[in-house]
C-alpha cells in the first residue's frame, strides 16, 4: 500500500493541517480506515491519534483510494472541533453501551 499526499494546506485557525490523499493498493483490497489513518500520520509525521480520517472512496474494481484527512496539533483541539459521528469511525471516542436493563 503506498500513500502520496496530492494536497496539503494548514488551517491555523482550526489548529490542524488538512491533506487529500491517494492510496495505491494494487495487490490489496480497500485498506481499512485504521491502516489508512497510521499511514497517513506517518507521511505527516504526526502522532496516529491526532490524525482522523473525514472520506475514504475507492472505485469499483480499481486499485486506487482518494480521500480526505484532518492533523489535528493536540487531542483536545482535535475533540473539540470534530464531529461525534467521524470521532467515532476514527475510534477517537468510544460509543457508550446502553445498560441493558429489566422491569
Same mark, same amino acid.
Given at each position: 500500500?503506498?500513500?502520496?499526499?496530492?494536497?496539503? =494546506?494548514? $488551517? &491555523?485557525?482550526? #489548529? =490542524?493541517?488538512?491533506?487529500?490523499? #491517494?492510496? +495505491?493498493? *494494487? +495487490?490489496?483490497?480497500? *485498506?481499512?480506515?485504521? /491502516?489508512?489513518?497510521?499511514?497517513?500520520?506517518? /507521511?505527516?509525521?504526526? *502522532?496516529?491519534?491526532?490524525?482522523?480520517?473525514?472520506?475514504?472512496?475507492?472505485?469499483?474494481?480499481?486499485?486506487?483510494?482518494?480521500?480526505?484527512?484532518? &492533523?489535528?496539533?493536540?487531542?483536545?483541539?482535535? #475533540?473539540?472541533?470534530? =464531529?461525534?459521528?467521524?470521532?467515532?469511525? $476514527? /475510534?477517537?471516542?468510544?460509543?457508550? #453501551? +446502553?445498560?441493558?436493563?429489566?422491569?
Amino acid at each position: 500500500m503506498e500513500i502520496e499526499i496530492t494536497n496539503k =494546506r494548514e $488551517n &491555523a485557525l482550526l #489548529k =490542524r493541517t488538512e491533506v487529500y490523499f #491517494k492510496v +495505491e493498493h *494494487p +495487490e490489496e483490497k480497500t *485498506p481499512k480506515r485504521d /491502516a489508512v489513518r497510521g499511514k497517513v500520520a506517518e /507521511a505527516l509525521k504526526v *502522532p496516529r491519534e491526532l490524525v482522523v480520517i473525514d472520506y475514504m472512496r475507492s472505485e469499483y474494481g480499481m486499485p486506487l483510494t482518494v480521500g480526505y484527512a484532518k &492533523a489535528y496539533k493536540s487531542a483536545d483541539d482535535l #475533540k473539540s472541533v470534530e =464531529r461525534e459521528h467521524i470521532k467515532k469511525r $476514527n /475510534a477517537v471516542i468510544k460509543e457508550k #453501551k +446502553e445498560e441493558e436493563g429489566g422491569e
